[in-house]
């Protein structure tokens, strides 16, 4: 696959998994994100993301759990709701967020929680109000 190819192919990709609205407007415009936008789609999605080794549904879970251990919330919930569309399971995306608990430490599995209930209610409409922590 060639350059151009391999940016068709994740810019494919990185519409199906995070939609068209994100896509066209993350940094959209702005011309020295343009280098950055170019290694994302080319590289990450173009490359990464169709390669045929692990399916979408595990490589979500795989950011997923990177994500939490990093604790990027901006970034996972993004990937939360493409995880969703991939068809991981609200049960699943939590036992990661557990995992990471353990691994990373209780403020990121925490927070991961967060994210991935309010996610989730977005998308399936059935908001739910959270109780604070303890």
């Not at 199906?16 to 959209?28: A, P, T, W």
């Not at 994100?33 to 169709?50: D, F, K, Q, R, V």
């Amino acid at each position: 696959m060639d350059t151009d190819d391999r940016y068709r192919a994740g810019d494919r990709a990185r519409r199906e998994v995070l939609g068209d609205e994100y896509v066209n407007n993350m940094l959209r415009g702005w011309s020295p994100a343009a280098p950055l936008l170019e290694l994302i789609t080319e590289y990450s999605w173009g490359y990464l993301w169709n390669r045929d080794a692990v399916d979408r549904r595990a490589r979500s879970l795989i950011t997923v759990a990177l994500l939490v251990a990093l604790n990027r919330p901006r970034e996972l919930e993004l990937h939360v709701g493409g995880a969703l569309r991939n068809g991981c399971t609200v049960e699943e995306l939590a036992e990661v967020a557990l995992q990471g608990a353990v691994y990373a430490g209780i403020p990121s599995g925490i927070d991961a929680m967060h994210v991935i209930r309010r996610v989730a209610d977005e998308m399936h409409g059935s908001a739910q109000q959270e109780p604070t922590d303890g």
